[in-house]
């Protein structure tokens, strides 16, 4: 084999690697696209393990992760708590309401969510359902004309969600020696300066970072 012949060989061998270097990085792109953003940028996909306590005027407690926001909605005078934990990183939230109600039993309200599954469950020591559905799952507990509901949208993100459902519903408790103090006091009490109310965004007229 004279030079010419090996050195042709050569320059194929050498552009056949090229090519492939090449084809392999352009497909790791299609694979992998990129986000733009660094790794410190990446979105958490996990709630925060520390929690933050949260104290009602209303008369109850509990902790969510600290990486979540709490919004507080406008109220009507049946109404104690009206309260939204979401965050800017992961779509869904967690909605909790205390308000006034007619209905006597859990059972009457289970069967008005269509398409739910129900089981027993528990909220401070209260007799709760749980329900849940395509569209998430809620918590509802009722006492002396009170219901108590916990509510999951998750949007596509039921893990993330579930876990701050279970983080709020297992430090639920009551600050006031009786459910009934909720019908005394009213939603028009007095707003307290409670632990953790420095940190709710109030829907509508007034908002505290």
Do not use: C
Not at 4 to 12: A, D, G, P, R
Not at 40 to 45: D, F, G, S
Not at 107 to 126: E, Q
């Amino acid at each position: 084999m004279n030079k010419s012949v090996i050195l042709v060989f050569s320059l194929l061998v050498a552009a056949g690697i090229f090519g492939g270097i090449i084809f392999a990085a352009i497909n790791q792109q299609k694979v992998t696209p990129s986000t733009g953003k660094s790794p410190a940028q990446q979105i958490v996909l996990h709630p925060s393990i520390t929690l933050k306590a949260y104290s009602d005027p209303s008369g109850f407690t509990f902790s969510y992760p600290d990486n979540l926001s709490i919004a507080q909605n406008e109220m009507d005078t049946s109404t104690y708590a009206d309260l939204v934990l979401t965050t800017k990183d992961i779509e869904g939230m967690v909605h909790i309401v205390i308000s006034d109600t007619k209905i006597a039993l859990l059972d009457a309200w289970t069967k008005s969510f269509v398409g739910t599954t129900a089981v027993d469950s528990s909220l401070n020591g209260l007799k709760a359902k749980e329900l849940k559905g395509s569209d998430g799952m809620r918590l509802g507990a009722i006492d002396q004309g009170v219901l108590f509901t916990i509510e999951v949208t998750p949007k596509g993100n039921g893990d993330y969600w579930t876990s701050v459902y279970d983080a709020v519903k297992e430090s639920f408790s009551f600050d006031l020696p009786s459910q009934s103090s909720f019908q005394a006091q009213g939603a028009s009490a007095p707003q307290g300066d409670g632990a953790g109310t420095s940190d709710i965004e109030f829907a509508g007229e007034e908002i505290i970072e």
